[in-house]
């Protein structure tokens, strides 16, 4: 018999059928996807997945040993997606989430509004801690072919 493993991010899903396809390859088409798969990869310590579905022009800034370190001395509890929306561009959206994690100091939820970006094909996490900043009328640097006033300036 196969075991059945249930989703990080859903405990009524089978991990194969939600957050699995995504870790294995699958693009995910909304913002709100791409919030349950990095969270699902948090908890399974795929930090390779949460490094591939940050901004790209982000990468060289990410401070993977310390997403590492976190990711594994954490014990997560489970992720409420609140709320999603979609700027009018349909390129920036907004997820809003609860995460519930433990560690010896407790249990804490961790509240945020997280911006995701679509600078062309694929949506992509946009990490605050390493602000993309940019003359207004130079390439945008989230990596689109417009000019940062008209893609990402309003949103940072
Ligand atoms: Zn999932
Ligand atoms: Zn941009």
Redesign the pocket.
Known sequence: MTAIFT????PT?T?QD??GRYHTGQLASTPQTLM??RY?AFVKGDIHFIQLTTLPTQHSALDLKAITQWSNNSQWLGLEVLSEALEADQRHAWVKFIAHWQDELGTHQHHENSLFIKPAEQWYFYDPNIPLRAERNAPCPCGSTRKFKKCCAPYL
């Not at 989703?7 to 859903?10: E, K, L, N, Q, S």
């Open positions: 989703c990080p991010c859903t899903r991990y939600c957050c349950r798969a699902s």
